[in-house]
Nanobody, 118 residues
Framework: QVQFVESGGGLVQPGGSLRLSCAASGIIFKIYDMGWYRQAPGKQRELVATITSGGGVTNYAASVRGRFTISRDNAKNTAYLQMNSLKPEDSAVYYC???????????WGQGTQVTVSS
């Protein structure tokens, strides 16, 4: 069965940094594009960043471009999201997922909570 386990979230002050990890199992990880998504209370889930299967092309939401970096290590079946210069509006539950086709995803896990507050 497909599983994505997100970790690395927590409480951080504005301007701080966090590195999220996404451990994948149950899929041939290296053939799937991966994405990070987030959902804040009362808001829709939104795309944060994507990375192609080989790691060669990345895409970012305008709100995080220049502050966040998505990466992956296919040998470890793991994706990452480095988050710098965090803002309170970045607070959300962060999820990772594999992209089957545009708009269709492999599995939604539990996510990891990121809270940015002073």
């Amino acid at each position: 069965q497909v599983q994505f386990v997100e970790s690395g979230g927590g409480l951080v002050q504005p301007g701080g940094s966090l590195r999220l990890s996404c451990a994948a199992s149950g899929i041939i990880f290296k053939i799937y594009d991966m994405g990070w998504y987030r959902q804040a209370p009362g808001k829709q889930r939104e795309l944060v960043a994507t990375i192609t299967s080989g790691g060669g092309v990345t895409n970012y939401a305008a709100s995080v471009r220049g502050r966040f970096t998505i990466s992956r290590d296919n040998a470890k079946n793991t994706a990452y999201l480095q988050m710098n210069s965090l803002k309170p509006e970045d607070s959300a539950v962060y999820y990772c997922n594999g992209v089957v086709v545009a708009g269709q995803y492999a599995h939604w896990g539990q996510g990891t909570q990121v809270t940015v507050s002073s």
